[in-house]
């Protein structure tokens, strides 16, 4: 197997375990796991919320520990620690043991890319580094869309399904162990940069997007089931087809590059916008919020493969930390966002709850990467 494949195929099933599976999981079983916890919104909101929080934990964390230790042994720890995080929400016995598990599971996402950053550096060509990241960049899409018929298959027994994702990073922590290169970088390039106009927008940019996903991401199950009376079939389709319109997002890079940057970025904030009110309405069709979800993935993961590409220009000498610092700020605002909208739904109600994270979305939209005509 070529070392492009091997990096790709083993980065790709450790986004897709990580994201899908560890940290977005927890929102397609939230009624549920809220029916036998009785946790409540603002809680599910405030947990959620910890989620994101132990992937700032991480994150902050992730690319130092890369060049010190090496891409391989980061990963490995990634795969680990959604696997303990994972085994310990499948046990949960109450709120406050889930809050703990649902942050160690969240650790994880949190050290999942930066080391694949660096093992595509150090493994693929140069010509084909930017495809490669954007296919492993992917794999939110296919733990997400993997769910949905695990979730199926298991009827909603989420105690057992977290129990089946747990052991799955076990055997992708053996996996990463013999795939992925033992990389270390400069210790003389760790440390923070200079925040410069593109920095600083990539920055405002992130955290909005990343409050205004969680609408979706840690509530959506919460709001088909509250509007449209939908079980655990039904929730679990929607998670499909958001994974399954994820896979879209593998072509940012191509997009990028034909439309420019600030187009491509305006065009699926704005996607991200429609699909929360859609799905939040409480009037859209069935057939609507489902086309809805799947048009929510596609931009959600375009977005995120906008955003890896707008931090490698923004931070060209040190790509691994320019990627680190727009992930970080997009789980802060999903840290932020979960909470709020959490709040906002246990008070003033659904309808403020969904217009204001719409108008979120669309806030993100209008910043400007900050770059020359050309590269934007």
């Known amino acids: 197997m070529s070392p492009t494949l091997r990096v790709g195929a083993t980065g790709f099933g450790l986004i897709a375990l990580c994201y899908g599976f560890a940290r977005f999981a927890f929102g397609l079983f939230l009624p549920q796991i809220d029916a036998e916890l009785d946790l409540g919104s603002s809680l599910s909101g405030v947990i959620s919320g910890g989620s994101f929080a132990g992937y700032c934990i991480a ?3 992730a690319a130092a520990l890369t060049e010190r230790l090496g891409a391989r042994i980061v990963a490995i720890s990634a795969a680990m620690l ?8 499948a046990l949960a016995p109450s709120p406050a043991f889930l809050a703990f598990a649902v942050i160690v599971a969240g650790l994880s996402t949190g050290l999942a890319s930066p080391p694949m950053a660096a093992a595509v550096v150090a493994a693929v060509r140069a010509d084909r ?23 199926l298959a298991m009827n909603g027994q989420w105690r057992t399904t977290f129990a089946i994702f747990a052991g799955l990073a076990v055997v992708l922590a053996a996996v990463a162990s013999v795939a992925l290169p033992s990389t270390r970088g400069s210790a003389s390039s760790i440390g923070l940069p200079r925040i410069t106009k593109p920095l600083g927008s990539l920055i405002v940019a992130t955290f909005l997007i990343g409050m205004a996903s969680t609408a979706i991401w ?62 939040g309405s409480g009037v859209a069709m069935a057939g609507l919020v489902l086309a809805s979800g799947a048009l929510f993935g596609a931009a ?8 890896l590409i707008w931090g490698v220009q923004a931070l060209p000498e040190r790509p691994a930390t320019g990627l ?3 992930f970080l700020t997009l789980a802060i ?8 909208f959490g709040l906002l739904l246990g008070g003033p109600g659904m309808g ?4 204001a994270f719409a108008a979120i979305a669309m806030a993100a939209g209008v910043v400007r990467p900050g770059f020359s005509p050309a590269r934007a």
């Not at 959600?300 to 955003?307: I, R, T």
């Open 59 to 61: 994150i902050i964390a």
């Open 82 to 89: 959604a696997a303990i995080g994972m085994a310990g929400i």
């Open 129 to 151: 580094q930017d495809a490669t990241n954007t296919f492993i960049n992917a794999g939110t899409s296919a733990g997400v869309a993997l769910s949905g018929p695990i979730a």
């Open 218 to 279: 840690s509530f959506g199950g919460q709001l088909v089931s509250q509007n449209l009376g939908w079980g655990p079939t039904g929730t679990a389709i929607l998670w499909s087809g958001i994974g399954t319109g994820g896979i879209i997002g593998a072509w940012a890079g191509s997009l990028v590059s034909r439309f420019g940057l600030q187009r491509i970025h305006l065009l699926f904030c704005g996607a991200v916008a429609a699909t929360i009110a859609a799905v």
């Open 300 to 307: 959600y993961v375009m977005l995120s493969g906008v955003y």
């Open 324 to 326: 680190t610092i727009g």
């Open 333 to 340: 605002g999903q840290t932020v966002g979960a909470s709020l």
């Open 352 to 355: 403020t709850a969904i217009i």
